[in-house]
């Protein structure tokens, strides 16, 4: 039987306006954000979809965004988390090295990219192995999502062709066999807000 994810980026927090880096620290979301949010529910309710099961990262700006999209009662994981960016957390984006990051934050307490990879692949795969429901909401990270999207390239159908905006939507189809299939990138237009 056929599942479909909705893996979804956070809307704007405050760490997004001040441009700092934001992994396993948090910041809340900002007017923006939760506005971005309210046009993503939007999308599902315009599209007709509905959650069977709804997961968010144990970070309040990927909750306060599930919350704004769905009335759903959901579980918070761990292992939806962010990338962990170790000492570098809260200090200024341009501290970051080029991509792609690999072991970069791995001295300084953080996480390497392998790692990080497996564990929001391993971690998004229970969930829809386990889920009972056919369609399944998960509100996750910016790298989270590109981390997971990487991990499947080889089985998807579309690929990445502009940067992942907050509250961006990738649907996914989960098949019996345990594999995903990334089949459309939803980016919302935020011009009017």
Request: hydrophobic share 30%; glycine share 6%.
């Amino acid at each position: 039987m056929k599942k479909t994810l909705y893996l979804m980026r956070h809307g704007e927090t405050l760490f997004n306006q001040l441009h700092k880096i934001q992994g396993w620290c948090d910041a809340p979301l900002t007017e923006t954000g939760i506005k971005q949010a309210q046009i993503a529910k939007k999308y599902f309710t315009d599209n007709g979809i509905e959650f069977d099961e709804a997961y968010s990262s144990t970070s309040e700006r990927a909750s306060d965004t599930l919350e704004q999209v769905t009335n759903l009662s959901y579980q918070r994981r761990k292992g939806l988390k962010e990338w962990n960016f170790g000492r570098f957390e809260g200090e200024p984006e341009f501290l970051n090295p080029p991509l792609p990051y690999g072991d970069f934050f791995v001295p300084y307490g953080g996480e390497s990219e392998h790692s990080f990879r497996e564990r929001i692949a391993d971690s998004l795969a229970e969930i829809m192995k386990n889920s009972e429901g056919k369609t399944i909401l998960a509100v996750s990270h910016g790298a989270s999502c590109r981390q997971f999207m990487r991990y499947w390239e080889r089985t998807s159908i579309v690929s990445q062709k502009e940067r992942l905006r907050n509250c961006c939507i990738l649907k996914f189809d989960y098949f019996e066999d345990e594999t995903f299939q990334l089949v459309e990138i939803i980016n919302h237009d935020f011009s009017k807000i």
